[in-house]
């Protein structure tokens, strides 16, 4: 089956989204405490963050362990958990940042709970830099502290659920000196993201050499995102007028980039992680995101789950041709839609539409 500009039913739009994509045009709540006590992982007790009457703040409650230090008086910013993991760390520890956007008075420390040295994260120093601070500035405890002044802020994204208006403004901070000077949008050639030679992971298409080199035939450029320090990765998403590649972290970095990218993304299964439409959403980012007809998936060493594809020619023949018409693609996707309806009616009901389209 075709459909218009020659697009095949080898790939089948996502419609179905895993999560929710609530937007809030409220600001998050934001507590300043005094005299906060934070408790480190104890023997078998998790860490906790609680007030100075004992009341729980953040982390698991159980332990009161009395403070044996005190922190500096100046400003303490709560990130709560540190995730060293990219993506995680973009729906997870960011939305804590907001409150540098406009922050008054001296530079903040960056309280977080982490087992890693936060300075290992290579993504966290150009992130930081849009507020003039650096990875020093993240402080961990070993020990029970108790900090005269907490800034503690409620999130301004979660992961599947929803994001505030200021998310946006934080996000867009952050990136804009990364593509300000780039040309947007000046290279026609798309590029597709690899995970081909990542050695761990949440999941990989098992047959995306092949994929790749079918692509790169067909004059799209390979790139592999963990080569690219995050603004090099920002312009990327800036320059090129389309960006493809398989569901995962690097489709986030969008949201730092120039607004409404366009990315084609193959996605595993016929329904879509919240993430992607919630973080499009942010900067009007245009996610057009694919389940390939006759996917299969399993268990993979070193990842979540391996999937592959039944024909990576044909699903590289079809991005191709997707990307070209990128700006007429609901139109195309709703006449696949339509398509595939009538068969799965039956015959009867494909010559009745045909003959109602004709009339």
Same mark, same amino acid.
């Given at each position: 089956?075709?459909?218009?500009?020659?697009?095949?039913?080898?790939?089948?739009?996502?419609?179905?989204?895993?999560?929710?994509?609530?937007?809030?045009?409220?600001?998050?709540?934001?507590?300043?405490?005094?005299?906060?006590?934070?408790?480190?992982?104890?023997?078998?007790?998790?860490?906790?963050?609680?007030?100075?009457?004992?009341?729980?703040?953040?982390?698991?409650?159980?332990?009161?362990?009395?403070?044996?230090?005190?922190?500096?008086?100046?400003?303490?910013?709560?990130?709560?958990?540190?995730?060293?993991?990219?993506?995680?760390?973009?729906?997870?520890?960011?939305?804590?940042?907001?409150?540098?956007?406009?922050?008054?008075?001296?530079?903040?420390?960056?309280?977080?709970?982490?087992?890693?040295?936060?300075?290992?994260?290579?993504?966290?120093?150009?992130?930081?830099?849009?507020?003039?601070?650096?990875?020093?500035?993240?402080?961990?405890?070993?020990?029970?502290?108790?900090?005269?002044?907490?800034?503690?802020?409620?999130?301004?994204?979660?992961?599947?659920?929803?994001?505030?208006?200021?998310? %946006?403004? #934080? *996000?867009?901070? !952050?990136? +804009?000196?990364?593509?300000?000077? @780039?040309?947007?949008?000046?290279? $026609? =050639?798309?590029?597709?993201?690899?995970? %081909?030679? #990542? *050695?761990?992971? !949440?999941? +990989?298409?098992?047959?995306?050499? @092949?994929?790749?080199?079918?692509? $790169? =035939?067909?004059?799209?450029?390979?790139?592999?995102?963990?080569?690219?320090?995050?603004?090099?990765?920002?312009?990327?998403?800036?320059?090129?007028?389309?960006?493809?590649?398989?569901?995962?972290?690097?489709?986030?970095?969008?949201?730092?980039?120039?607004?409404?990218?366009?990315?084609?993304?193959?996605?595993?299964?016929?329904?879509?992680?919240?993430?992607?439409?919630?973080?499009?959403?942010?900067?009007?980012?245009?996610?057009?995101?694919?389940?390939?007809?006759?996917?299969?998936?399993?268990?993979?060493?070193?990842?979540?789950?391996?999937?592959?594809?039944?024909?990576?020619?044909?699903?590289?023949?079809?991005?191709?041709?997707?990307?070209?018409?990128?700006?007429?693609?609901?139109?195309?996707?709703?006449?696949?839609?339509?398509?595939?309806?009538?068969?799965?009616?039956?015959?009867?009901?494909?010559?009745?539409?045909?003959?109602?389209?004709?009339?």
């Amino acid at each position: 089956m075709a459909t218009r500009h020659g697009v095949t039913d080898t790939l089948e739009r996502c419609r179905v989204v895993w999560g929710r994509t609530d937007r809030i045009a409220a600001p998050p709540a934001l507590r300043v405490v005094t005299d906060a006590i934070y408790r480190p992982d104890i023997g078998t007790a998790p860490w906790n963050l609680t007030g100075p009457d004992g009341a729980l703040l953040e982390g698991a409650g159980g332990s009161q362990a009395k403070a044996e230090a005190c922190a500096d008086a100046v400003p303490h910013l709560y990130l709560g958990a540190l995730a060293a993991h990219y993506g995680h760390f973009l729906v997870g520890t960011l939305g804590r940042l907001w409150p540098l956007l406009d922050w008054r008075g001296p530079p903040p420390r960056l309280l977080c709970h982490a087992t890693g040295d936060p300075a290992a994260l290579p993504f966290l120093a150009p992130i930081l830099a849009a507020f003039g601070l650096t990875p020093d500035a993240v402080i961990r405890f070993d020990r029970p502290t108790r900090i005269p002044h907490l800034v503690l802020p409620a999130p301004s994204l979660k992961e599947q659920a929803f994001a505030h208006a200021v998310h %946006a403004g #934080l *996000v867009q901070a !952050i990136g +804009r000196p990364f593509w300000q000077n @780039a040309v947007v949008d000046g290279t $026609a =050639r798309p590029a597709y993201l690899s995970k %081909a030679r #990542l *050695v761990a992971g !949440i999941s +990989r298409l098992r047959n995306e050499a @092949a994929l790749e080199a079918a692509l $790169a =035939r067909r004059g799209v450029d390979i790139v592999y995102p963990e080569k690219l320090e995050l603004p090099d990765l920002v312009r990327l998403f800036s320059e090129r007028r389309v960006v493809m590649g398989t569901t995962g972290s690097a489709f986030h970095t969008a949201a730092f980039a120039a607004p409404s990218r366009r990315i084609l993304g193959l996605n595993w299964a016929p329904h879509l992680n919240a993430n992607f439409p919630l973080l499009d959403a942010l900067n009007h980012t245009r996610g057009r995101y694919y389940h390939p007809v006759g996917t299969e998936s399993g268990p993979d060493e070193g990842f979540h789950f391996g999937w592959w594809v039944p024909d990576p020619d044909a699903v590289a023949e079809d991005l191709v041709h997707r990307a070209a018409h990128f700006d007429d693609l609901d139109a195309i996707d709703a006449d696949q839609d339509a398509a595939r309806r009538r068969i799965a009616q039956g015959p009867l009901a494909e010559r009745v539409a045909r003959w109602l389209k004709r009339r």
